[in-house]
């Protein structure tokens, strides 16, 4: 099927004239050098400039080089574990190299996020914003890879994953899924069937070289759906790891696992031309039946395999960014079982999922950074089906799901260094349904917004305001198979923020963020009338549902001393009008599957999200986290579904001294203890409190002068038997059992 239309041949012209476009360069370099306060050298420290998505790592002798940097102002963030996180500002003219910078880092064992969060208008200081925000880069995000690409996010304060194994995981923020989290890829909406409850991003998760969570209404920047919060996840762009410019180089990474013996082999090959610079990318992975404690669970196998290419250029009119992913998944379903023992392995169906992501993009940023014009241009098709067997032809239903959009921001100078942002954004939707049993009907929506956003300073406060308008158009076309003739809809809201950080002292800020936000029904909960293998469950929609409308406050305390810090929020939202799937106490007959309609609702929900770390001893770091939520249906005065028990965290982590061989060895354990969940809706499945613990270690050895990455994990260590219920299997299967995890990164230099 061809995935590109006559309508946007033209962005592929454009995008490749202006790629091979040999304009005088003006840009110039960015190099420096990162030391301790011991004068020696450090290697590994991710350095990046947000504004523009340009990320390197020093190397052995901790040096790094941006090339092509063209005129203006950067925020350079230095980030590694075990130093406290820095950044500089560096002005970059067309009169000539950067001076050489020489950094110092402060030795510090509390494991710091990355200062800089870009899920923003503009790239902004973590320190700096009333929001919540956790950013996940560098060595902790490379340890804690797994099957999808929310697996790093399940120890965040806040976050949770709705999962049926560890290929299909979406993540919930606050008691918040599905529909209600925006994903962001490369900073740009990521579009997939997010309502579909095994459905997860079609994103490879070895591919990724940064994670940002913002919690919180975020409808002013993101539009419809932003109410629990934003996921931005963002890959390697072309811009190189290293200083090595004279060569192609990369890093192999190998990941495997021992409890479904999952493996899985990640490349990478990067360079630098005289048009810019290219990355190219692949990965593999295998995996067979999950393992439990009672044993094995049938049909729970999966595989993948993504491969990707981007190239970036600079020339004194500003920068490009092309680029394509493919992302292929085969993902095996749990049979249905009327049982209460999980399903054995002697199970003789074997339905399955197919999920393919296409994906290209075209970015441009206009200098001087980081004001200026930035348009991102996208196109997306998402094709899932699911099989009644191994038989290509028992196919049961079948959706094809194309996005376009176009997403223009221009930044602007106001006094005292302070940006304001206009934009806007359009995006289009088109879903075909193909197959003999169709769920949903065929439709093409139209959405539109505009917006503006300010952040300001003055003295000790930083304050931050914004306003935005929304409009949705919806046609559905008409089906016989669910008995649905053409119409339309239309829906659009208006919404706001403001926020406020007070610096009280160096090392404490308090924060109030507030804000309204807005989600437009989907297709699926208005029309939807068909059984969902992967859920087991049959769905029924309301073609009379109204938007949702929430109103949110925030309060936080956010800590940045030497030996404590950390974040402690509470929140409150109200949700009118929350849309819900509840029982009718009706099983199809055809399926067997209990029978499920989409409600509304106004909801309330209240939590308190922490963490902190503690630098309790030399080299020794001690963190502590948890989150509690109530999440009230008000009109049914019940619980909502799917909500997170409350939990509370422990990590002791212990680095070594170096040695010759190998750098920073570390081991940590974890404990995470999950109370009693029994504030579930009236159809849901009370779950009993537990206790797991795994156990980390790893370091960086030393070859061929660059150094290789070894992280290890032993996941559920005791191996306990326990019922997550943010699983989708909890009726049928206890959590797998005890997982022994690596993962190796090789870098590797190909001379030219």
């Known amino acids: ?255 495997g696992m021992s409890n479904n013996t999952e493996g899985a082999i990640h490349g990478d090959l990067e360079g630098l031309t005289s048009l810019g610079e290219y990355n190219l990318s692949i990965t593999a992975r295998g995996a067979g039946n999950i393992v439990t404690p009672y044993g094995s669970l049938a049909n729970t196998g999966a595989s993948e395999l993504n491969f990707g290419a981007s190239g970036s250029t600079q020339r004194d009119w500003g920068s490009i960014l092309v680029g394509y992913s493919h992302f292929d998944q085969h993902r095996d379903i749990l049979p249905a079982s009327n049982d209460d023992d999980p399903p054995d392995s002697g199970e003789s169906d074997t339905p399955y999922q197919s999920t393919i992501h296409d994906r290209a993009w075209l970015s441009y940023k206009a200098p001087p950074a980081p004001t200026g014009l930035a348009v991102d241009l996208v196109l997306q098709q998402n094709a899932a089906a699911e099989y009644e067997s191994d038989d290509p032809s028992s196919i049961d239903n079948s959706l094809r799901h194309r996005a376009e959009s176009i997403d223009a921001k221009y930044n602007y100078d106001e006094p005292e260094n302070n940006i304001a942002t206009v934009g806007f954004s359009i995006m289009t939707v088109q879903l075909a349904t193909l197959g003999p049993e169709p769920v949903i009907p065929a439709y093409h929506q139209t959405s539109g917004a505009v917006f503006i956003y300010d952040d300001y300073r003055i003295q000790d406060v930083d304050l931050s305001a914004g306003g935005r308008f929304d409009r949705r158009y919806l046609n559905v076309y008409n089906n016989a198979d669910l008995d649905l003739t053409s119409q339309s809809r239309s829906f659009h809201a208006y919404t706001g923020s403001f926020g406020v950080l007070w610096h009280t002292t160096q090392d404490l800020a308090l924060g109030m963020d507030v804000g309204s936000g807005w989600r437009a029904p989907e297709v699926e909960e208005l029309f939807i009338n068909g059984s969902m293998e992967g859920a087991l469950e049959y769905k029924e929609g309301d073609p009379n549902l109204l938007p949702e409308q929430s109103f949110s406050t925030d309060l936080i305390a956010r800590l940045t001393g030497e030996s404590i810090s950390g974040e402690i929020s509470a929140y409150y939202n109200r949700i009118s009008r929350y849309i819900y799937l509840g029982p009718t106490g009706r099983i199809d007959s055809a399926s067997g599957y209990p029978i499920y309609m989409d409600q509304q609702a106004n909801a309330t929900l209240i939590g308190v999200d922490a963490r902190l770390n503690f630098d309790i001893a030399t080299r020794t770091t001690l963190t502590l986290g948890g989150d509690f939520i109530q999440a009230r249906n008000n009109d049914e005065n019940t619980w909502l579904p799917l909500t997170p028990a409350n939990r509370i965290s422990v990590a002791l982590r212990y680095v070594f001294l170096s040695s010759s061989l190998i750098s920073e060895p570390y081991i940590e354990g974890t404990s995470d203890i999950i109370l009693d969940q029994n504030k579930v809706a009236p159809d849901e499945t009370q779950t009993g409190g537990y206790t797991v613990f795994d156990l980390h270690f790893g370091g960086h050895v030393f070859a061929f002068d660059r150094p290789l990455t070894m992280d290890c994990q032993i996941h559920n260590l005791l191996n306990r038997t326990y019922y997550d219920n943010m699983s989708l299997y909890r009726l049928y299967a206890v959590e797998p059992g005890i997982d022994f995890r690596f993962t190796v990164t090789v870098p590797f230099v190909v001379l030219r």
């Not at 934003?230 to 290293?242: A, E, F, M, P, R």
């Not at 200083?243 to 990941?255: H, N, P, R, W, Y």
């Open 1 to 255: 099927m061809k995935f590109f239309g006559n309508d946007t041949a033209w962005i592929i012209i454009v995008s490749l004239a202006m790629l091979v476009t040999n304009a005088p360069v003006k840009a110039q370099a960015i190099h420096g050098r990162v030391i301790s306060q011991d004068s020696l050298a450090i290697s590994d420290v991710t350095v990046s400039i947000s504004s523009i998505g340009k990320t390197t790592s020093t190397d052995i002798d901790g040096k790094f080089s941006f090339e092509k940097v063209s005129p203006g102002s950067y925020i350079l963030q230095f980030t590694r574990i075990g130093y406290d996180s820095t950044s500089m500002t560096v002005t970059v003219s067309n009169k000539g190299v950067v001076t050489p910078l020489l950094v110092v880092m402060k030795t510090n064992f509390i494991a710091l996020n990355s200062v800089t969060v870009t899920a923003q208008p503009q790239p902004m200081k973590i320190s700096n914003s009333s929001q919540s925000v956790s950013v996940l880069n560098g060595s902790y995000l490379s340890a804690n890879a797994g099957s999808s690409p929310s697996s790093a996010l399940s120890n965040l304060p806040g976050v949770s994953l709705v999962h049926s194994g560890d290929f299909s995981e979406k993540p919930e923020i606050r008691g918040l899924g599905y529909q209600r989290v925006v994903i962001l890829e490369d900073g740009v909406r990521h579009e997939y069937q997010s309502w579909d409850d095994d459905d997860s991003p079609g994103i490879d998760a070895l591919s990724l070289t940064r994670i940002e969570i913002v919690r919180g209404p975020n409808s002013v920047l993101y539009g419809s759906d932003a109410l629990g919060g934003v996921v931005n996840y963002i890959h390697n762009d072309g811009t190189l790891k290293s200083v090595d410019t004279s060569a192609m180089q990369g890093e192999l990474i190998f990941q």
